[in-house]
C-alpha cells in the first residue's frame, strides 16, 4: 500500500482559503413547508445553519415535507444496450426496489432530478464534446473506448444520472445528508469519456456547488478505479479536493494524479481497507475543511465483483459507507452519495450491494437525529 500526497502551493492556498459556514436564506418555498435544524453533535452545522434554499432545485420533483433521509432517483437511469453487453444497466431500478421493498425507504422520501442541461454540462466539459456527444457524432473509436454504442438513449440516461448527482448535492447542503441510486463516472475528461463513463457527474455537482456558492468540496472516491478523469479535470482547483482509496494494477493503467491517492495491492481485506481509509479521511476533513462531501460508494472492491482485485465483505462495504458518512456528518459537513462502481451478472445480488450505501445512510439519519 502507497500514499501520495501532493504538497504543492494548491494545498497551501487551500490551508489559506478556508472558509467559515455560510447562513443560507430561506425561499418562499422552505417557509411555506417549515424550517429544519440539522441536528449533529460537531461543529459548523451545529446551531449554525438553518437549512433552506435560496433558488429552485434541479429537480422535477423535491419532497420537502418529508422529514427523512432524501434518495434521489429517476426512472430514466436506464436504457436499452446491446444484448450480452458488459455493462449492468438494470442494476439501478433494482437498488430502489428493494429499498422500498426492504422498507429502507417509502416514496415519499424519493427526489426526481431533471435532466442536466447542456450549459451544466459545460461547467465540466468541452463544447466540442457535447456536441459530439449529444449529436450522435462520436467516432467509432470513442465509442469503443467508452465501451457504450451511441444512442440517444445513452445521452438521456447520462445527462439524467449527472443531474441526479447534482440534485444530491444540492439536497445535501440542504439536508446533511443525500443519496443517488446512480452515479460515480468519474473516468469521464473534459473532452471525451473513458471505462462506461461519458459525463462527469461528481465532476459537473463539484463545479456547480463550488462556482455557484463559493463552496469548497471534497470527493472522497471509494471505488475500486482511480477516479482518473476528476483528478485530472480538478487538478489545477483549489476549492476541490480529490481524495481516491483504489486498486493500484486495476483499470485505469495510465493514473492521473489526486490531491491524494492511495494505492492498494491486489486481495486487501475488510480490516486492512477499513484503517487506511480511517486513517485518512478525518484528517482530510479536519485540514481542508470542506463545505460538501461528494462520497463515490463504489462496491466493486467486493471480493465477488467481476472487475474488483479486493477482498472486501457485504459487511465490510457497509462498515466503510457507516464510517464515512458519520464521521463526515459528526463533523457537521453535508455528504451527497453515488453508488459508484460494480459489476456481476447476478443484477438483483448486485443491486442489493450498492443498496448498502442507502441502507448506511438510514442508520447515520436517525443516530443523528437528522
Known amino acids: 500500500m502507497t500514499a501520495c500526497l501532493l504538497f504543492d502551493l494548491r494545498d497551501k492556498r487551500r490551508q489559506q482559503q478556508q472558509t467559515e459556514p455560510i447562513f443560507i436564506l430561506l425561499s418562499p418555498l422552505t417557509e411555506m413547508t417549515g424550517l429544519k435544524w440539522v441536528l449533529c453533535k460537531k461543529p459548523r452545522l451545529k446551531a449554525l445553519v438553518h437549512v433552506g434554499i435560496c433558488r429552485r432545485f434541479h429537480a422535477e420533483l423535491v419532497r420537502l415535507e418529508s422529514k427523512e433521509l432524501p434518495i434521489i432517483h429517476h426512472s430514466k ?18 437498488v430502489l426496489h428493494f429499498l422500498l421493498k426492504d422498507q429502507v425507504i417509502t416514496e415519499k422520501q424519493v427526489w426526481v ?55 444530491a448535492a444540492e439536497a445535501a447542503l440542504q439536508r446533511g445528508l443525500a443519496c443517488s441510486t446512480a452515479g460515480g463516472t468519474h473516468h469521464a475528461f473534459p473532452g471525451h ?83 487506511t ?17 461528494l462520497y463515490d460508494a463504489g462496491v466493486d472492491p467486493h471480493w465477488e465483483d467481476e472487475l474488483g482485485r479486493l477482498r472486501l465483505t457485504d459487511q465490510g462495504l457497509y ?37 448498502i450505501v442507502h441502507r448506511a445512510a438510514t442508520q447515520v439519519w436517525r443516530e443523528c437525529g437528522m
Open 113 to 167: 432530478p431533471e435532466i442536466a442541461s447542456k450549459d451544466l454540462l459545460s461547467c465540466v466539459h468541452t463544447e466540442d464534446y457535447l456536441n459530439k456527444f449529444i449529436s450522435g457524432k462520436t467516432s467509432e473509436q470513442e465509442q469503443r473506448r467508452t465501451g457504450f454504442p451511441w444512442s440517444e438513449g445513452i445521452v438521456s440516461r447520462c445527462r439524467y444520472e449527472t443531474g441526479g448527482t447534482v440534485l
Open 77 to 94: 437511469y436506464v436504457c436499452e444496450l446491446p444484448a450480452n453487453h458488459r455493462f449492468p444497466m438494470g442494476k439501478f431500478p433494482r
Open 193 to 275: 469519456g473513458s471505462g462506461f463513463c461519458l459525463l462527469n457527474d461528481l465532476a459537473v455537482a463539484a463545479k456547480y456547488v463550488n462556482c455557484s456558492t463559493k463552496r469548497k468540496v471534497l470527493i472522497v472516491d471509494l471505488d475500486v478505479h482511480q477516479g482518473d478523469g476528476t483528478a485530472f479535470i480538478f487538478k489545477e482547483e483549489p476549492a476541490v479536493f480529490t481524495f481516491s482509496v483504489h486498486c493500484g494494477k486495476n483499470f485505469p493503467l495510465r493514473k492521473q494524479e489526486s490531491d491524494l491517492d492511495i494505492s492498494l495491492e491486489d486481495g486487501l481485506e475488510d480490516e486492512e481497507y477499513l484503517s
Open 277 to 293: 481509509v480511517e486513517a485518512h479521511l478525518p484528517w482530510l476533513l479536519q485540514t481542508f475543511r470542506p463545505d460538501l462531501v
Open 319 to 355: 462498515r466503510r459507507d457507516l464510517f464515512v458518512m458519520k464521521t463526515t456528518v459528526n463533523q457537521g459537513i453535508p455528504i451527497a452519495t453515488v453508488i459508484g462502481g460494480g459489476y456481476s451478472r447476478d443484477i438483483d445480488k448486485l443491486a442489493l450491494r450498492h443498496s
